[in-house]
Nanobody
Framework: QVQLVESGGGLVQPGGSLRLSCAAS????????MGWYRQAPGKERELVAT???????NYADSAKGRFTISRDNAKNTVYLQMNRLKPEDTSVYYC????????????WGQGTQVTVAS
């Protein structure tokens, strides 16, 4: 019912930047919140940043000051601008959307690889 398409991942050097995008489509009545999570090998999936329908944002401590989450309501798209990337940011990044179709549910994107290395 809801499809999420992620893009923008890749390989960058430490200190570089990337911009991730996640576009939602389908039988969407409303989107309540959108966010980004990441999961590295051998580690649990962790929250990176979220943005609510009212525009409120929340960041993990590791992301504060370096990452910015934003959204384009007209395009049902959420972005994650990542600056001053560090090797420890290397992970698969997943988009999550809490949306209402025939009910309120949680949907995940397919993930996009971000690798920060020389």
């Amino acid at each position: 019912q809801v499809q999420l398409v992620e893009s923008g991942g890749g390989l960058v050097q430490p200190g570089g930047s990337l911009r991730l995008s996640c576009a939602a489509s389908g039988n969407i009545v409303s989107i309540n919140a959108m966010g980004w999570y990441r999961q590295a090998p051998g580690k649990e999936r962790e929250l990176v940043a979220t943005i609510t329908s009212g525009g409120g944002t929340n960041y993990a401590d590791s992301a504060k000051g370096r990452f910015t989450i934003s959204r384009d309501n007209a395009k049902n798209t959420v972005y994650l601008q990542m600056n001053r990337l560090k090797p420890e940011d290397t992970s698969v990044y997943y988009c999550k959307v809490i949306a209402t179709t025939t009910y309120m549910g949680q949907y995940w994107g397919q993930g996009t690889q971000v690798t920060v290395a020389s």
